[in-house]
């Protein structure tokens, strides 16, 4: 039995706590902590009924190790799960290492304001020597490898679906049906529909920052840069039907390329309406979607922080979320001499989702890997001392666990591959 902290009470965040509440045979203490107690209280609140976990709240910035490490002597848990942004992915690396807490996280560290000079600085040395533009990356998470080892932790970087289940698809592609893997694309299609003109359906921030962003693909052993949204293919996806889809930076690219070099190319692809493209790029011409401060009368606003607050909140819309989520991967690669083509995916329906834990799917894809990989942590079975992406642990297990935790998967021969 285990105890965990998550920090962050948003979409990903309440599935994942559900579900935690699920294992009540794994998870002995949770303890849910955000800026906001009120909220997090409210979660409490809903899953406290219903499962034997013993659930405490605490009000915590991210921003501020003392806390983050006062928070963590008080509590003492096994593993802290990281369900809030990005930005506090190097502050909570730092207060799990010097405490002995495994880590988990669910997107690759990105600075709030990516025009900080320091930062700046280093990200145009990374662009030049690596090849890629995203301002997200792995670089300085996996700095932290000889910190975690040194404290004998795990930290488990990307553990959502995408990063994180796409990861663990490839692994297990690899281990039981592929000698050698060319080439992957990754599909993530959200076919759902909320109702809204333009809404996200995780956090807003995030979510405009990465998609805006220039675009890449890695073949060859280089990182092919291209304009956001420049590459568009037409997909008819299992279960859901055919969505335009857009090519773009995805951090699993960067670790799975570095883990299994093997691979000649690989791409992400997501789709996106017409609707959401029109909004995303209007609000980008006039300045919106900056993370730099600018004046606004006597106070400092970040343009897209002012917008996130206007839009709607992607936790509140399981209840009006109807359609199907299919994200998965695309293999071309040998067994046994012979050429072969496999898919493997999920579907999650968003109402299924909500009525099991008051989520859409995209919320319920990230939170239950979340969990599993607490689960697997938890119970020793992916252990080890360091960082790690999830490909580098066993596969099988976590495929099993996806089974049997609402996210089943399916493999297909020959699929249609994307040209
Ligand atoms: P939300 O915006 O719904 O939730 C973010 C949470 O972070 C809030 O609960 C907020 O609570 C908390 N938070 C923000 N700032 C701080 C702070 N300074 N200190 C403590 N807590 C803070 O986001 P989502 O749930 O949609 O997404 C969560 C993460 O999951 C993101 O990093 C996102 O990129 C990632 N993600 C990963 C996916 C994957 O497949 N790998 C897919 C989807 C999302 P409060 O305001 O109370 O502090």
């Not at 949770?30 to 009000?59: F, N, V």
């Not at 360091?386 to 297990?397: A, I, K, M, V």
Request: net charge negative.
């Amino acid at each position: 039995m285990s105890k965990v902290l998550v920090i962050g009470c948003g979409g990903v965040a309440s599935v994942a706590i559900a579900k935690i509440c699920q294992r009540d045979d794994i998870f002995s203490h949770l303890c849910i902590a955000s800026r906001t107690l009120s909220k997090c209280d409210a979660m409490k609140e809903k899953w406290q009924k219903q499962t034997k976990t013993e659930i405490s709240t605490a009000k915590i910035d991210a921003n501020s190790k003392e806390q983050v490490i006062a928070l963590i002597r008080q509590f003492n848990p096994d593993i802290l799960l990281h369900l809030g942004m990005p930005y506090h992915n190097i502050i909570l690396m730092q207060a799990c290492a010097e405490c002995k807490v495994h880590y988990i996280d669910t997107a690759a560290y990105e600075p709030e304001n990516t025009n900080e000079p320091v930062w700046r600085q280093e990200y145009e040395k990374r662009c030049k020597e690596k090849g890629f533009v995203a301002y997200f990356d792995y670089t300085e998470q996996w700095s932290y490898n000889q910190a975690f080892k040194d404290a004998g932790v795990t930290a488990l970087l990307g553990g959502g679906f995408d990063p994180g289940v796409t990861n663990v698809f490839v692994a297990y592609a690899k281990k039981h049906y592929f000698d050698r893997i060319d080439y992957v694309d990754i599909l993530d299609c959200n076919g759902g529909d909320h109702g809204y003109p333009f809404a996200t359906n995780f956090n807003t921030e995030i979510n405009l920052r990465e998609v805006s962003s220039p675009a890449d693909y890695y073949e060859n052993g280089k990182w092919v840069g291209v304009p956001a949204m420049s590459i568009k293919r037409e997909y008819d996806f299992p279960e859901i039907g055919t969505k335009d889809m857009y090519l773009l930076h995805h951090e699993e690219i960067e670790s799975l390329t570095k883990n299994f070099p093997e691979i000649k190319r690989m791409r992400f692809y997501m789709t996106f309406g017409q609707s959401y493209l029109t909004h995303m790029k209007c609000l980008e011409n006039v300045g919106m979607l900056q993370s730099t401060p600018v004046k606004y009368g006597e106070h400092e606003i970040i343009p897209i922080q002012f917008l996130k607050s206007m839009m709607p909140d992607p936790s509140s819309l399981g209840e009006r979320t109807i359609g199907k989520t299919n994200i998965g991967c695309i293999f071309t690669g040998y067994k046994d001499g012979k050429l072969k083509h496999l898919y493997i995916y999920n579907v999650c329906d968003h109402q299924e989702s909500y009525q099991e834990v008051g989520s859409q799917a995209i919320s319920y894809t990230t939170g239950v890997p979340a969990m599993i990989c607490a689960a697997l942590i938890s119970k020793g079975i992916w252990k080890g001392a360091g960082t790690f992406n999830l490909e580098e642990f066993d596969p099988d297990p976590f495929m099993e666990m996806l089974n049997n935790n609402g996210l089943p998967w399916k493999v297909v021969d020959n699929p249609v591959l994307v040209d």
